[in-house]
């Protein structure tokens, strides 16, 4: 089908533009994941105060979950050569009103940073609710299926990024 040349010319720069907001979209979520987020709030604390960072981190996990820390099960710190530092927990946490039926009454969630030479301070590694409930589907052998496997992966990625965002902008 051949358009006058006008048409073309407004379809291609519809096209560009809405590849441009796309590709600034993308670009902003990849600055959040991999350089705004995991140093966030935690440049104050030096490597000596691992057990006030990992409580820092805890706690707007909590928040941005709907949920209430209690004490910290077990906090471990290592340092390695080479200036590496590592600190890791679990934080046992409730549950709040609408997460309370399907995870229980209390849930340890994992917390683990890195001391960041370059910024010289702790970044957040990783922060999640373990042992979850729902991850049992994923070792049951046919179920679900790889289609349905792989939505609800994505879908668990989904809500990781919105309660990232959560925890930055409540």
């Given at each position: 089908m051949n358009l006058p040349p006008a048409k073309c010319g407004i379809r291609r720069?519809?096209?560009?533009?809405?590849?441009?907001v796309f590709l600034a979209a993308l670009g902003f979520v990849l600055y959040f994941n991999l350089w705004l987020y995991p140093g966030l709030g935690l440049s104050g604390f030096s490597r000596a105060d691992s057990n006030a960072a990992l409580g820092h981190?805890?706690?707007?996990?909590?928040?941005?979950?709907?949920?209430?820390?209690e004490s910290?099960?077990?906090?471990?710190?290592?340092e390695v050569e080479g200036g590496e530092a590592y600190a890791w927990g679990a934080a046992v946490m409730?549950?709040?009103?609408?997460?309370?039926a399907a995870l229980g009454e209390k849930v340890l969630v994992w917390v683990y940073?890195?001391?960041d030479g370059f910024r010289r301070s702790w970044v957040r590694v990783?922060?999640?609710?373990?042992?979850?409930?729902?991850?049992?589907?994923?070792?049951?052998?046919?179920?679900?299926?790889?289609?349905?496997?792989?939505?609800?992966?994505?879908?668990?990625?989904?809500?990781?990024?919105?309660?990232?965002?959560?925890?930055?902008?409540?």
């Open positions: 720069t519809a096209w560009f533009s809405l590849a441009g981190v805890a706690l707007g996990f909590a928040r941005s979950r709907g949920m209430a820390m910290f099960d077990m906090v471990k710190f290592r409730r549950p709040g009103a609408a997460d309370a940073l890195s001391f990783d922060a999640q609710v373990l042992a979850a409930p729902d991850s049992e589907m994923y070792f049951e052998p046919g179920k679900p299926g790889q289609f349905e496997r792989a939505r609800l992966a994505l879908a668990k990625i989904a809500e990781e990024e919105s309660r990232r965002f959560r925890e930055v902008w409540p």
